[in-house]
T-cell receptor, first 116, second 111 residues
């Protein structure tokens, strides 16, 4: 039982390049989330998916797109990376059918992204 | 002003000390309050959550919420070096809305 897995662990991009961050969970959870964590800013929600087939914007969605590929997988895409997107990205999942509520969110190990 | 304020620390205490970690918030709609622990270069993990005001105890950890003061605390008794981590508070109104996180307090428990 791996929980929440993320790939890659590290990535360096040049400004304007694109990439997709992958996330998968094996807990049969309904809801999945993408956060970014920056020094002094805490965790900020980028997008979430309350259930398979639905996605919604979080606090900082600009510059990102997401795909809920199936119940297990939720990917985050940067179409044209900018230095402001340098951050640590966390994927999380929870059992809830209702998005970010009170049930436990389980986090992945993170992807450290640097945009030059 | 941020919705949730948390002192970033670092907070350094000797092994065995009682640790007090705190957050203040401005949104009176928040009803669910959580504490996450994050070890270096790892994802956060939920430690405790409480609903509305009051105390909740789990082993060496006690979470306290004072809604009238918009202030929440996490107490760690008999602190251990393995408690060294960043502690994030998080809260939400309990509806289908996002969790709002504090910036985290880094705790170092020394031998």
């Amino acid at each position: 039982n791996a929980g929440v897995t993320q790939t890659p662990k590290f990535q360096v991009l040049k400004t304007g390049q694109s990439m997709t961050l992958q996330c998968a969970q094996d807990m049969n959870h309904n809801s999945m989330y993408w956060y970014r964590q920056d020094p002094g800013m805490g965790l900020r929600l980028i997008y979430y998916s309350a259930s398979e087939g639905t996605t919604d914007k979080g606090e900082v969605p600009n510059g990102y797109n997401v795909s809920r590929l199936n119940k297990r997988e939720f990917s985050l895409r940067l179409e044209s990376a900018a230095p402001s997107q340098t951050s640590v990205y966390f994927c999380a999942s929870s059992e809830s059918l209702h998005g970010p509520r009170t049930d436990t969110q389980y986090f992945g190990p993170g992807t450290r992204l640097t945009v030059l | 002003q941020k919705e949730v304020e948390q002192d970033p620390g670092p907070l350094s205490v000797p092994e065995g000390a009682i640790v007090s970690l705190n957050c203040t918030y401005s949104n009176s709609a928040f009803q669910y309050f959580m504490w996450y622990r994050q070890y270096s270069r790892k994802g956060p993990e939920l430690l405790m959550y409480t609903y509305s005001s009051g105390n909740k105890e789990d082993g060496r950890f006690t979470a306290q919420v004072d809604k009238s003061s918009k202030y929440i605390s996490l107490f760690i008794r008999d602190s251990q070096p393995s408690d060294s981590a960043t502690y994030l508070c998080a809260m939400n109104p309990g509806t289908a809305s996002k969790l709002t996180f504090g910036t985290g307090t880094r705790l170092q428990v020394t031998l």
